[in-house]
């Protein structure tokens, strides 16, 4: 069993930062992936970016490519997600999942364990 759990949502104004980070305990944190999502009200949830087991490889959706950065601290057992340039349209509810293989996924089926989840407001 994995437990996650997300830290560091909240407001910010259009054009600023946040970074969130999710904390995994119950297995070997640096063995898998973990991806980071996020979800709309009113929308399904959707693919924001992930890293590959040893931090080596990322990549991100294209409404995020070049303002959000993910990081891991397998020391830590910890993922990172640096939001910067905020604009109104990345408010949402943001998850940190994780998945029993080492390579990147970008669909939600592909990820085994979830956290509860963060708010992120950013207003205009």
């Known amino acids: 069993q994995v437990q996650l759990v997300e830290s560091g949502g909240g407001l910010v104004q259009a054009g600023g930062s946040l970074r969130l980070s999710c904390a995994a305990s119950?297995?070997?944190?640096?063995?898998?992936?973990m991806g980071w999502f996020r979800q709309a009200p009113g929308k399904e949830r959707e693919f924001v970016g992930a890293?590959?087991?040893?931090?080596?490889?990322?990549y991100y959706a294209d409404s995020v490519k070049g303002r959000f950065t993910i990081s891991r601290d397998n020391a830590q057992n910890t993922v990172y997600l640096q939001m910067n340039s905020l604009k109104p349209e990345d408010t949402a509810v943001y998850y940190c999942?994780?998945?029993?293989?080492?390579?990147?996924?970008?669909?939600?089926?592909?990820?085994?364990?979830w956290g509860q989840g963060t708010q992120v407001t950013v207003s205009p």
């Open positions: 119950g297995r070997t944190f640096s063995v898998y992936a």
């Open positions: 890293i590959s087991r040893n931090g080596v490889s990322t």
């Open positions: 999942a994780y998945r029993t293989g080492a390579a990147i996924a970008t669909k939600t089926a592909s990820y085994d364990y």
